[in-house]
Each structure stands twice: as C-alpha cells, then as structure tokens.
C-alpha cells in the first residue's frame, strides 16, 4: 500500500513536469498559431482578435495555470484546428475519445499476438537441441527484426490483402458501426506491429532461459527425475520471465502511445496519426493533452511491470 | 548394490575421468577425495545421469542392482534414469542458496518428487494438461496426504515450524535450513543411494557439523548408501568407512579411512594430508609471537561500525543498522592476528573500517603505519584482467604517488620494485608480462600478496586469503605469507572461517559474534581453554 502510494506521488510529480516541459516547448519552437489558422494574407486585426479568442494574448505563466486548472477539472480544451460543426471547435476530449479506442484495440489485439506467440516459440528454441530447427529459427526471427515495420505493412497489405483478399486495404471499418468486422480489420495491422516484436521478445526469451538453464536448481529438477519438458515449463520459464516482462513492458508502452507508421500504412484513425498531424498544425491543446497521456501510459505500464515483478520473484518484494 | 565399471567420461575429446571403477553396497558411506579437478564430481553427476549432454561416456558403464544405467557408446536412456532419480538415487549439492528454485515455494518443491513418482500419473495425448491440473490440486485427497509427508520429512531433518518452513521461498530460509530441505527432498523417497556433493562447504562450521551429524543419524536409520564427495579429508575421515582418492581423473587410492589415514600408499595422498592444515599437527608457521610493550601498528578503540540501508528512496528515512559495536583491539607489528567468526558477524565490516573504506563509524583508529593493503578471497575476480602482472604490481605505488607527490617514483624505480616483489612473492621474471588469465589461482593469489605488500605497508588484512585454493595450494600460500612476514616484519589480520587454518597460522585468535568481539586469546590458550561457549562450539565444529 505505502508502495503504490509512493509509485503515485511519482507519477503526479512527473505529468506535473512533463505538462511544464510540453508547455514550454511550445513557447520556444518558431511558428505562431494565429497565422498557420489564418495564413499570412490576415490583417492585424483579424489576428488580433484571434488572439484574445484563444486567450495568447496573455502571459505563458498565467495562461499555464489556467489550463492546469481546466484540464484538473476535467475539461481539456478545444482544439485550434477540427471543428465540430460550423460555428464550434471541436472539445480536445471529444477528439481524442473518438481516436483512443482505436489504438487501444490495436494494442491489444498486437499484445495478445506478441504474447501468444512468443513464449511458446521461445520455450521451443530454447528446447531445441535439433541444430536445424535452431539455425532456422535464428534466421526467421533475424529477418523479422530486420524489416522495417512500413515495408512490413505493405507486404501484410499486399500478402493478405490483395492477393488473398482477407481484408479490403484502406477499406477501415469503424468500431461504432461494426465492431467485429472493426477487429477483422485491425488483426492485420496488429500482425504488421506484432511480427518483429515476436521475433524479438521470442530471440529475447530464449537467451534468458539458455541463461537460466545452467544454474544449479535445474539440476536439482533434473536429479528429482523430471523431464525435460517439465523442467522447462515449471521451474526454468518463470524465473527466465524476469526480463522478458521488463521488454513486454516496454513494447505495450510504444504501441498504446500509437503506432504512427502502421496507423498510417493501414489509415486507422488512431492517436499516433492524430499526434502527428496536430504537430504539424501546431494544434497546441491537442499536442499537450497527448504529451500527457503518453507519459500517463509509460508510467502506468512500468508500474504494471514492477507490480508483476513481485508477483513473478518474491524476493523483489521484501528488498 | 552400485557398480562403476572402467568409467571414463571425456568432454570435448578431453577425458576428465579415466577409467574410475567404485562399488558400493547398501548402508555404506564411500568418500570420494580429491582437489578442483580431479573428476569427482563428474564421477557423481555420471552416475546419476546429470552430466550435462556434451560429455562423453568413452568408456565403461554404470549399473544399479544389474540393471545398467548407462554404458559406453549408448545414448543415455532418459526414461529409465527418471525412474531411478529421486526414487532409488538422490542427490544434495554444494550450494543450498542456488540449489533450490526461488520462485517456488519450498514446500511444493519436496511435494513434486512425490508426484513425480506418484503411481497414478495421467497417461496419454493430455497427460501434460492433466498433470498440470493434478499439481494444481484438484484431487485434494492426494494433495492432502502429500503435504503431510512432506511435513513429515521436514520433521525428519529436524526442521521445526514445518508449516511455515513449507510456505517458505529458499531466500526466506537460512543456509543450513535450505540443505536441511534439500536433504528433506532427496531422502524423502527413501532412495538407497544418496550421492552428496560437498554439501556443507558453503556452510558455517557450526552448522556443517549439525548436517553432518543429521547425514551420519539418517545413514544408520534408514541404512542407505551414501557417496560422500569432498575436498575435506578430516570431513572424509570422520564420515566415511571407505575413502577413494581421486587425482586427475583417476582413483589413485582405495581403501578402508583408517587404513589410509595411517598407512598412505601413495605419494599424493601423503601429499594431501600434509597439507591439510590439522589440530593434530604441530604449528609449523605461527612464529610465537607475544605481545610485548611495543607499540601496536593499529590499535582500535570502541569502535563501533554503522552500515546505511540499501533502500534508494526519495521518502524512506534511512535506516542505520550497527553492524560492529564497541569493538577495542590492538594489533602489533610481525604478529598474526586471527578473526574468527560465522558470516555475517561482522568480520568484513570491521576490516573495511581499518582499512578506512568505510567511514560511517564511531570510536576510534589510531594507525601507527603506512595505509594497510588488503588481499581478497578470490584470486580470479580481484585482479584485472586486462593488465599485466607486472602492471598490476605497480599500480599500489603509482596511486601512492598520485596521493602523495613526496612518495612519488620514476618509472625505473617502480619497474625494479615490480620486479623485486615478484621474486619476494616466489614467482619467475618472465611472469612480470602475462595477465591474470593465464595464472593458476595459487599464482593469482601470490600477486594480489605482492600488490598488498609493494608499498610495504606495516599492516595487511587478508579476506579468507586461501579459502578458494586447493589445500595443497593453500599450504604454499600459508608458507608464503609466514616467510614474509618474517623478512619484512609485517602484521596480519587475518580473516577466516576455517579453525584449522587460523589454528596454523595465527598467534592470536579474536572470536567474533553478532557484533561483537566476545573473546580474544592467545591460539594455544584458546584452543585449550576457551572462555565462552560460542567459542568451545566453533573449535570443536571440524
């Protein structure tokens, strides 16, 4: 309990820093808001105008705190650019609901593949005493590392999508109306991410437990007359797991904070293309609000994986 | 009952067992003797099929009963062996601390020898999901009735507060409560044969002699035979009916213990016991020193050591923890000081803080020398890999140079002083361009002397000095260290867990507890009259 709530005065301390740090950012960074909205041709009242509209005729400090205190209340903004209808910018939560579960069912559908795939393949490597089988699977998952996760989506698209035609390329489907033609979609994308990653936690697994098998209480399974299968799955996997969750971690992290590439390879509408393209518009509120999420994301999923820690080790918990 | 034929093993081409032949029969304890390398354990992990699968039976083969385990040019037969491991084999290890899984709750990994060898296990395509819902206790009945004789077998090794001993995860267990459970675990099938594999060295003498003592009292109860392999020859004696004497891969010697011990045939095994450092034999390097009216080189006064706690936290106060209390001392020039004391009793502590590597202290040092030097346990980790030796060497001068411009020495002088060491500490010239790499250990441990003592300091503290080396190697090393103190009137604290070699080489014994020094005494008088009974305990323990 007093670990979580340490964990907690942490994570406040750090959001708190990092809305700071985004903030001014965007003080320094060349480029003013007034004229990417209006273009160059305004007149200065016009500006002028849009200014006190969005309230930048103020100074940074004040304007800091008043929109700490918004977002505080749960109000996060409207964003300078997507307008709802004619006459209303459109609420940053709004925005943002509207992409969020997109990326999140596209982590979850990727991690779900990552995982699934992964420890059983990396168990296998690692039992393989067969040199061919191991050859292979060293150059598999070699390649698999190696591709670019684009050039990846493109061949998924092609492969799955034109030449088999699992899947319409571009033809997304969106979660409101149908939500499991919506998944049918996203498997795809969730395959491009997932691949390099299997690959990845896979080669990753295996080094760990090559590693774990030469320590002394596999012998003692071994002395107990287990087999090997056993002694794999029983004893050796759980404390191989260690690291690997540390690299699960940090995988969720990247793909909850949006996948830009694959997003925009497949056009989902996700966060990670929101993200970018509010960059470039200098759609400041929405930047912000994101910056926010994405550090809240990281945060909360090293806390899972230190939570997890503890329940694998159990030494962890009494150090 | 065991029968090893002719067995020779080779890995890689290389034989590390030569044609070792070894029966035993039921009830019997056999020792198995012999230095780092002498094939004993690969002997033992032969015989209970363990030997990992790039070594090479080339020769010979091993039989149970007249059943054969394993023979030359076969493939070993897993499924044959896993009936015999655990049920008619057993096995202990060396280390309790590795030997067990830490994340597995102790108690379930005694339960899964009993399943492992339980009568009904699940057969066909499912049988792995199905044992899985088995160990996760679905059939209570079964699951109850093996938890009882899992507490049972805890009793037995005379482990008290079975429940929670169960409920425990091995770092939760002290060293000699985690090999009490894995004696609990390998005896609790009742196999006829247990083979254990030095396995009280990394224990404290006090509690080496209570495993002993619970081996000898389960050998004459349930009459198993037992393979008891060991570096220690007086552990052997006092165990073992019959002793065999391995040397390179071979048996050199075989007899009954007494017969040997009275009557070595052969020049090593003479070899061996000399160097064993022994009550029994007359101490040959304790100069006699007394301590005379001379003043101390390092005389110590309520001294009292903190250590902080670990935790690296932002709101956590930390915590100090006293380590040493209230300890007085002196230690005078040419003499031996000996520290004796289990671990964790403050031995190390107390040296760092003469040796004014730890600065969280109270009380008081009063140095009437040069900065002491130190010289470790383990000559492989201790010296860098990437210098030479005789870089190495030099290094103690040029960091007393850089504290210190009037101490400072050309290059030549250092050189010569380099070279001079290596001779003082018994090695050859052509050493002074080598890395520690290609040294033996004894080697290593000669030049990590050599760096304490290139800066002549009045002092030296030396960390179980030859605790990692073979005994006949630890012997040169005593010696060594004896000839030196003499030709250039050193004083050592001299740090170590073995009786036998403090005994030796120590004019003076100071006992440590939790803490605390509760006894110092000249050796012979201490030997013979030891004031507390913590002190009687550790004497009488080997």
């Known amino acids: ?319 | 009952m065991i029968r090893i034929e002719n067995l020779s093993v080779a890995f890689d081409g290389a034989e590390v067992v030569k044609n070792v032949s070894l029966d035993l029969v039921d009830g019997e304890v056999l020792g198995v003797v012999g230095e780092s390398g002498s094939g004993k354990s690969v002997t033992a992990l032969t015989l209970m099929g363990l030997v990992s699968e790039s070594a090479q039976i080339t020769s010979g083969r091993v039989l149970f009963d007249d059943v054969v385990l394993q023979e030359a040019g076969k493939p070993r037969d897993q499924a044959l062996y896993r009936r015999y491991q655990g049920a008619q084999m057993s096995m202990i290890f060396q280390e309790p601390m590795t030997s067990l899984n830490p994340t597995q709750r102790v108690g379930r990994q005694v339960e899964e020898m009993l399943w492992l060898h339980a009568e009904h296990r699940p057969q066909g395509p499912w049988k792995h999901a199905s044992d899985a819902l088995l160990m996760s206790g679905r059939r209570t009945g079964q699951k109850e009735e093996f938890r009882t004789r899992v507490l049972e077998a805890f009793h037995a090794v005379g482990l008290r507060d079975e429940e929670r001993v169960y409920a425990s995860y091995p770092h939760q267990l002290s060293g000699g409560m985690r090999q009490r459970v894995m004696i609990a675990m390998a005896l609790i099938l009742h196999p006829r044969l247990l083979v254990a594999d030095e396995p009280t060295t990394a224990l404290d003498v006090t509690v080496q002699n209570q495993i002993i003592a619970l081996l000898r009292k389960i050998n004459s109860k349930q009459n198993n035979a037992m393979l008891f392999i060991t570096h220690d020859l007086n552990l052997a004696r006092r165990l073992c009916g019959r002793i065999a004497v391995m040397k390179d891969g071979q048996v050199v010697e075989l007899g009954e213990t007494e017969e040997i011990f009275r009557h070595p045939r052969q020049e090593y095994t003479k070899r061996l016991m000399e160097a064993v450092p022994s009550r029994m034999k007359k101490r040959t390097w304790a100069a006699g020193m007394t301590p005379d009216s001379s003043v101390p080189v390092v005389r110590v006064h309520d001294l009292s050591v903190f250590y902080q706690d670990g935790s690296n936290s932002l709101f956590a106060q930390k915590k100090k923890q006293c380590v040493v209390a209230d300890a007085s001392f002196e230690i005078y020039p040419g003499e031996s000081l000996g520290l004796v004391g289990e671990s964790g009793c403050g031995k190390t502590s107390l040296s760092k803080a003469i040796l004014g590597m730890n600065r969280d202290i109270r009380g008081e040092i009063v140095s009437n020398t040069i900065r002491p030097q130190m010289v470790f346990q383990d000559p492989y980790s201790s010296l860098n890999p990437t210098k030479t030796i005789g870089w190495l060497l030099q290094e103690p001068l040029r960091a007393a140079g850089a504290l210190d411009q009037s101490k400072a020495m050309t290059r030549a002088d250092m050189e010569a002083a380099a070279y001079d060491m290596l001779h003082r500490v018994g090695m050859e010239d052509k050493y002074f361009h080598r890395k520690p790499s290609q040294l033996s250990g004894g080697q290593r441990q000669r030049v990590s002397i050599g760096q304490a003592l290139i800066t002549h300091p009045g002092l030296v503290v030396a960390d179980e000095p030859v605790s990692a080396l073979d005994v006949t190697i630890q012997a040169q090393i005593m010696e060594l260290m004896r000839r030196l103190q003499q030709e250039m009137k050193l004083a050592y604290l001299f740090i170590s867990h073995d009786i036998n070699v403090v005994y030796q080489m120590c004019d003076r014994i100071m006992v440590m507890k939790e803490g605390r020094i509760i006894e110092v005494g000249e050796t012979e008088k201490l030997f013979r009259a030891p004031r507390e009974e913590y002190t009687r305990e550790l004497l009488s323990s080997s």
């Open chain 1, 1 to 319: 309990m007093k670990y979580i709530g340490k964990k907690l005065i942490t994570l406040i301390m750090t959001l708190f820093l990092v809305s700071v740090a985004a903030f001014l950012a965007f003080q320094i960074i060349p480029g003013d808001v007034v004229t990417s909205i209006l273009g160059t041709e305004a007149t200065p009242e016009r500006e002028e105008q849009l200014r006190q509209e969005l309230g930048l005729d103020k100074p940074p400090v004040v304007r800091y705190f008043a929109w700490a205190a918004d977002v505080l209340r749960g109000d996060l903004g409207v964003s300078y650019r997507y307008s709802k209808n004619m006459n209303e910018m459109m609420p940053v939560a709004e925005l943002i609901g509207d992409k969020l579960p997109v990326t999140l069912w596209l982590a979850a559908v990727s991690m779900l593949l990552i995982i699934g795939v992964s420890i059983p393949l990396g168990v296998l490597w690692a039992r393989s005493s067969n040199h061919f089988l191991d050859g292979l699977l060293g150059v598999i998952t070699q390649a698999s590392m190696a591709v670019p996760s684009f050039f990846l989506g493109i061949l998924v698209t092609y492969l799955f999508g034109i030449l088999l035609k699992l899947f319409a390329p571009g033809g997304y489907i969106s979660y409101q109306e149908n939500f499991s033609g919506f998944l049918g979609y996203l498997f795809f994308p969730a395959m491009s991410i997932a691949v390099p990653k299997i690959a990845m936690t896979a080669r990753f697994l295996r080094n760990s437990m090559l590693t774990e098998l030469r320590a002394d209480y596999v012998r003692t399974a071994y002395s107990k007359g287990a087999t090997k299968r056993r002694v794999m799955y029983r004893h050796v996997l759980r404390n191989a797991m260690m690291p690997v969750v540390t690299f699960l971690g940090m995988i969720i992290a990247e793909i909850v904070a949006g996948s830009i590439v694959i997003e925009q390879v497949f056009s989902l509408p996700g966060i990670g293309r929101l993200l970018i393209s509010s960059i470039s518009t200098r759609d400041f509120p929405v930047v912000e609000i994101l910056i926010l999420y994405i550090t809240f994301v990281v945060i909360f999923v090293y806390f899972l994986v230190d939570i997890l820690y503890r329940v694998i080790d159990p030494r962890i918990s009494e150090a």
